[in-house]
């Protein structure tokens, strides 16, 4: 197959068409030429077209030869090029000091409160290729702490992201005028409400989110929902000499749709050897129920061994900790999670009961290769969960 294509544009021009043809013999009926010319359009139009398709048309013309060429001009209509929306773009870690950890995020400053059409947001963030890329629109351009906010996936829109917030949050503070950003902001979301974020005196960023606590289940309704689940709490603790042994309890939170597997605090260090079976897990659940597996244990040698946390932060810091965790998701496509803000929605009423902290703030470290910190309340009396961490950019901005 040869193929000729044919961009007639200027970077001034309103409007401007792309020819694509397609020379591939004699045609026959159910040949798939105008899907793949397509395939091949959309290409085109992520690197040099941003603005929707006016009209398109099909011809085609037989040459000397008897051959048959498929010819498709497709005419654009250029909407605000995205260049002009954008003020600038970043790669940020949120909940570390390390750019080596935390959980990558990218975030996108828009110049106004218009935001690009959701298949350009989708096609930045799918060229971002991170978990969550962030898109941040001034309300209006003299408001200076009230933002909209949306959040994509390299492949679809998502209601919610707690570290891409936070990543957008320290973006905001660092990248505005200082001396007008208040140390709260507000994010306006398109389902989930505003979403408040404060810039403590410790410099760390804090945002608050409703609880997610576990389902109360008696000690037989707990055993019931562990063995029904078995086949996955098998799969999770791959790689653990001990395997279900290790376990003192099983739980559920069905706000956030995650199983919660408390460990003895003896085998605290067996949270590290963690190497889940990802298929197998697949295979044992349909992911209707449970969506997610966190691994917790008290205490904070896990996180004293984690080498992507002894990295970031100082041995002080990290012998206050009071729980450690990870977290598995492959039903939502993600092995393991770098540092999971949903989970601490379930784990911070969880431990502030098991600890008896109820009045204060409970320092966790998700020791994933990366790591992370994250400061968590539980607020019984809201039924809020607050989560603070620090965030630091992935490259230079």
């Not at 395939?39 to 048309?57: M, N, Q």
């Not at 659940?285 to 040698?301: F, L, Y």
């Not at 004293?304 to 939502?332: H, I, M």
Request: hydrophobic share 45%; with cysteine; proline share 4%.
């Amino acid at each position: 197959m040869r193929i000729f294509a044919h961009i007639f544009a200027h970077e001034t021009f309103s409007c401007f068409s792309i020819s694509i043809s397609f020379r591939v013999g004699k045609r026959q009926r159910g040949d798939v030429l105008y899907n793949s010319s397509l395939v091949i359009y959309y290409r085109c139009s992520r690197t040099a077209v941003l603005g929707t398709v006016c009209s398109y048309f099909v011809g085609s013309h037989f040459d000397f030869f008897g051959a048959t060429s498929l010819f498709i001009v497709v005419v654009m209509e250029e909407g605000n090029g995205l260049a002009d929306m954008v003020v600038s773009s970043h790669r940020a870690a949120a909940f570390s000091r390390n750019s080596l950890g935390g959980n990558p995020a990218a975030v996108v400053l828009l110049a106004s409160s218009v935001f690009p059409s959701e298949r350009v947001m989708q096609s930045v963030a799918a060229d971002f290729n991170l978990s969550e890329t962030a898109f941040v629109a001034p309300v209006a351009s003299h408001v200076d702490d009230s933002f909209f906010i949306r959040w994509f996936t390299p492949t679809n829109e998502v209601d919610l992201c707690g570290h891409a917030t936070l990543a957008a949050a320290f973006v905001v503070f660092e990248k505005r005028n200082a001396c007008s950003i208040p140390k709260v902001i507000t994010f306006r979301t398109m389902h989930r409400g505003d979403l408040k974020v404060s810039r403590r005196n410790d410099g760390a960023l804090s945002m608050t989110f409703p609880s997610n606590p576990v389902d109360p289940m008696d000690d037989a309704a707990r055993r019931s929902f562990a063995d029904r689940y078995s086949s996955v709490i098998q799969a999770v603790l791959r790689g653990i000499k001990a395997g279900a042994q290790c376990v003192e309890s099983v739980h559920y939170s069905p706000g956030t749709k995650k199983m919660i597997l408390q460990l003895y605090p003896k085998f605290a260090h067996e949270l590290l050897n963690l190497s889940p079976d990802r298929d197998a897990m697949m295979r044992a659940h349909d992911g209707t129920v449970v969506r997610g597996v966190c691994v917790t244990v008290k205490g904070c040698e896990a996180a004293l061994r984690a080498t992507g946390l002894a990295s970031a932060y100082e041995a002080q810091a990290l012998e206050k900790v009071d729980f450690c965790s990870r977290y598995f998701s492959p039903w939502n496509g993600i092995d393991e999670d770098p540092v999971n803000g949903s989970s601490h929605t379930a784990l911070a009423p969880f431990w502030t009961r098991e600890v008896g902290a109820r009045h204060r703030e409970l320092l966790a470290a998700q020791c994933s290769p990366r790591g992370g910190l994250l400061r968590v309340q539980f607020h019984p009396n809201a039924d809020c969960v607050s989560i603070a961490g620090d965030a630091c950019f992935i490259a230079p901005s």
